[in-house]
């Protein structure tokens, strides 16, 4: 079954410092989206991308995350400056489109932790 | 502004049949996704519910009722695996498309 794969599995970073995230969304998705989890708490919406652009963002989406797609498979989520709240799971997803009934896939997440 | 509500936690015996309710409040609600989070891993998709009515998919059903708010999720046949998280989501309608606001999970602790 095709899947949403991400890397790192896991990242130690310092304060500070700029972290990106990968992601390959499954191949013929056209929507795609970073969610977070801080631990114990409840995953949250940060962006989703279409069309090589993004559609709709959160607040939490302030000016030090960004989201790129370099090539015809990747997409990736920058922290510019990393601070020590950003400590979460980030969960890359896609869908095939945005309409009622296509199932969102989740990618198995990348840890980030701030020190 | 967006309100989805689930309990915080469930406990059933091994064999047994359980429902997690969801209510949710939300504008632009465009279906209901119920998804299954293991500790420390990604949220696993279970069932969509787009029209009230009950779909059901082998040990798993979902139940929605767009008039009165309210989901719910029914488990059969409970296995010690299906021990985790439950999530309620609701599909919400943006500008830029969908996208999904989830409540804070059910932790659902299956026992002998």
């Known amino acids: 079954e095709p899947e949403v794969t991400q890397t790192p599995s896991h990242q130690v970073t310092q304060m500070g410092q700029e972290v990106i995230l990968r992601c390959v969304p499954i191949?013929?998705?056209?929507?795609f989206y970073w969610y977070r989890q801080i631990l114990g708490q409840k995953v949250e919406f940060l962006v989703s991308?279409?069309?090589?652009?993004?559609?709709?963002k959160s607040e939490i989406f302030d000016d030090q995350f960004s989201v790129e797609r370099p090539d015809g498979s990747n997409f990736t989520l920058k922290i510019r400056s990393t601070k020590l709240e950003d400590s979460a799971m980030y969960f890359c997803?896609?869908?095939?489109?945005?309409?009622?009934?296509?199932?969102?896939?989740f990618g198995e997440g990348s840890w980030l932790t701030v020190v | 502004g967006q309100n989805i509500d689930q309990p915080t936690e469930m406990t059933a015996t091994e064999g047994a049949i359980v429902q997690i309710n969801c209510t949710y409040q939300?504008?632009?609600?465009?279906?209901l996704f119920w998804y299954q989070q293991h500790a420390g891993e990604a949220p696993t998709f279970l069932s969509y519910?787009?029209?009230?009515g009950l779909e059901e998919k082998g040990r798993f059903s979902s139940f929605l009722s767009r008039s009165k708010g309210y989901s719910y999720l029914l488990l059969k046949e409970l296995q010690m695996k299906d021990s985790a998280s439950y999530l309620c989501?609701?599909?919400?309608?943006?500008?830029?498309?969908?996208?999904?606001?989830f409540g804070t999970g059910t932790q659902l602790k299956v026992e002998l």
């Open positions: 939300t504008s632009g609600f465009n279906g």
């Open positions: 997803a896609s869908s095939l489109d945005s309409s009622s009934g296509n199932t969102i896939y």
């Open positions: 191949s013929n998705h056209l929507y």
């Open positions: 519910n787009v029209l009230d």
């Open positions: 989501a609701g599909y919400i309608l943006t500008g830029g498309g969908n996208k999904l606001t």
């Open positions: 991308f279409y069309n090589n652009e993004i559609s709709e």
